[in-house]
């Protein structure tokens, strides 16, 4: 009798699990039933239920941003670190052409300024060739001169009676590009700025 009882538990308990499982996959995609359901399959069910259902929105969200990204801003608006339009002219206004005799008085004076009293001193000459370079380039931008770049050599050497030749070369349009070189002579030192201005499009 033990055993028929036990046997007939059994196949009850399985007809019951039979039909659970059936009424679930009828149900197909409905994520309640996933819930209700009992076992690691139907957790597992439901847990994949949820997250598809978490998913879609932040995809859309995604899909939208990238349609609307900085692609298409990028193309319309230009940021601050683009460099002006295109003027297309080939030469400088006359008024803003680079003209030498306007700053050789200029850098004399700030040469003077500088080693007026100084003496030679290998280690500080490293700091004051420097010092000299940035206050003619201040010097230089202060003339507004638009669409040239400037470049500014400085050479100071220790004066012995010695004979001091610098030399340059460079390709550039003569009609529109243009140098100045100012010496300075101190009693214990010469000195040599040399700036090129070149006009660029």
């Given at each position: 009798m033990a055993d028929r009882r036990l046997n007939n538990q059994t196949e009850a308990r399985g007809v019951n699990?039979?039909?659970?499982?059936?009424?679930?996959?009828?149900?197909?995609?409905?994520?309640?039933?996933?819930?209700?359901?009992?076992?690691?399959?139907?957790?597992?069910?439901?847990?994949?239920?949820?997250?598809?259902g978490e998913r879609q929105p932040s995809l859309a969200?995604?899909?939208?941003?990238?349609m609307s990204g900085p692609g298409r801003k990028s193309s319309m608006f230009l940021s601050s670190g683009q460099p002006r339009p295109n003027t297309y002219r080939m030469e400088p206004d006359s008024e803003?052409?680079?003209?030498?005799?306007?700053?050789?008085?200029?850098?004399?004076e700030t040469l003077a300024e500088h080693l007026k009293d100084q003496k030679y001193n290998p280690p500080a000459m490293n700091d004051l060739v420097k010092n000299i370079?940035?206050?003619?380039?201040q010097?230089?931008?202060?003339?507004?001169?638009?669409?040239?770049?400037?470049?500014i050599q400085t050479v100071v050497?220790?004066?012995?009676?010695?004979?001091?030749?610098?030399?340059?070369?460079?390709?550039?349009?003569?009609?529109?590009?243009?140098?100045?070189?100012?010496?300075?002579?101190?009693?214990?030192?010469i000195a040599t700025v040399t700036v090129y201005a070149v006009y660029f499009e």
């Open positions: 699990t039979v039909k659970t499982m059936a009424s679930n996959a009828s149900r197909g995609d409905d994520t309640q039933s996933g819930v209700s359901g009992t076992g690691p399959s139907s957790a597992i069910a439901a847990t994949a239920a949820a997250t598809a969200v995604f899909r939208r941003l990238s803003y052409r680079f003209r030498p005799y306007k700053l050789q008085s200029k850098i004399l370079s940035r206050s003619v380039h010097l230089v931008k202060n003339f507004q001169l638009p669409r040239y770049k400037i470049v050497t220790q004066k012995f009676d010695q004979l001091v030749r610098i030399a340059s070369r460079c390709l550039w349009d003569p009609k529109t590009d243009n140098m100045l070189s100012v010496n300075y002579e101190s009693k214990d030192m």
